[in-house]
């Protein structure tokens, strides 16, 4: 199986063997923290009655993909998609309102986070500070998201706290793995509104307070829903993804993880950016794990999908509305 079939088996299976990969992640072993997998960001829902009116899971922004922690819960209603999925838990705090806060609890080698400053607009990263304590080697974050969840791709949690009447912000970030020096690019990604692998930091992301979907779950087609994406704090409003980011792939002795962001139309309260392995979207997180193991011949390949497609057929049908790919 060459890389490309390779990556589409394993993006295009996602949400069909979610629940195995889950199942087996768990049996591997109790001292982890078991990930919930995020359903292939190129999925939609349509609702069941005329299949005309259909949901992304997620949007893309250049190379990332945006999950809205209540849209998932509307889509996935019984699946623990809220804004306290993962039990609300701040993992890996990378910026935060509060000052002082400390990453020592986490046991691994990592920095803490830069404490936001909640001026607009905001310009700021976290990873390559120059010193030790504020450097963020690959090596350390990969075996802290491995030990801790199996994961080898970081997932970054939003919390937006836009309260007032000028609920939406406009974000860029990046990811860069930087050489020793910290100034060498070895690979970056971008979120942005434009999706060409590069930069854009005139264009950002609109962040919105607030998202209106059309109503799939009723018999009017005019319906819609919205949902406040915004207040409260300490919760997981949007989920970033960036499938290519695999940590493995750059786990040298000296490497470092860069995350920079630009948060502009800043109102209220601060916001807050954390890492964590607790949502995944990999099949294979870790290659001791059973499914990991052995490589399907194209024939058994396509059975196994076969079967899972049937299976992920009957379970989405008994919970939820026909789900597309
Ligand atoms: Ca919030
Ligand atoms: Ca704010
Ligand atoms: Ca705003
Ligand atoms: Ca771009």
């Not at 990811?175 to 971008?190: K, N, P, S």
């Not at 970033?240 to 000296?254: E, K, V």
Request: proline share 6%.
């Amino acid at each position: 199986m060459d890389s490309t079939s390779l990556k589409k088996y394993r993006y295009s299976t996602l949400p069909r063997v979610g629940m195995l990969a889950l199942a087996l992640t768990l049996s591997a072993g109790s001292q982890l923290v078991s990930a919930q997998t995020l359903p292939v960001p190129t999925t939609t829902v349509c609702d069941i009655a005329t299949n005309t009116q259909c949901v992304p899971v997620a949007v893309q922004y250049d190379q990332a993909y945006s999950y809205s922690t209540r849209v998932l819960d509307y889509l996935y209603p019984g699946a623990g998609w809220t804004a306290n999925a993962g039990t609300g838990q701040l993992d890996l705090i990378v910026t935060t309102r509060s000052a002082g806060q400390s990453n020592a609890g986490l046991g691994f080698n990592v920095p803490d986070p830069i404490t936001n400053a909640n001026t607009n607009p905001i310009n700021d990263s976290w990873g390559a500070g120059g010193t030790p304590s504020t450097t963020m080697l690959v090596k350390d974050l990969y075996n802290y998201l491995f030990t801790t969840f199996q994961a080898n791709t970081p997932v970054f949690t939003f919390d937006q706290n836009e309260t007032g009447g000028n609920p939406n912000l406009l974000v860029t970030a990046k990811v860069q793995i930087l050489d020793g020096d910290g100034t060498t690019v070895l690979e970056d990604w971008f979120f942005d509104a434009v999706n060409n692998g590069a930069e854009n930091l005139g264009s950002p992301v609109t962040a919105p307070g607030e998202i209106t979907i059309p109503a799939i779950n009723t018999a009017s087609l005019l319906d819609t829903v919205t949902f406040d994406n915004n207040k409260g704090s300490g919760k997981f409003d949007y989920l970033l993804y960036i499938p290519d980011l695999n940590l493995a792939d750059f786990d040298d002795d000296d490497n470092i993880f860069k995350l920079s962001w630009v948060f502009s139309d800043v109102d209220d309260g601060g916001e807050e950016i954390t890492i964590t392995g607790r949502f995944t979207g990999e099949l294979c997180p870790n290659p001791d794990l059973p499914q990991c193991q052995v490589v399907p011949e194209p024939q058994s390949l396509a059975l196994i999908s076969l079967a899972l497609l049937v299976m992920g057929i009957a379970s989405s049908r008994r919970r939820h509305p026909r789900v597309v790919d």
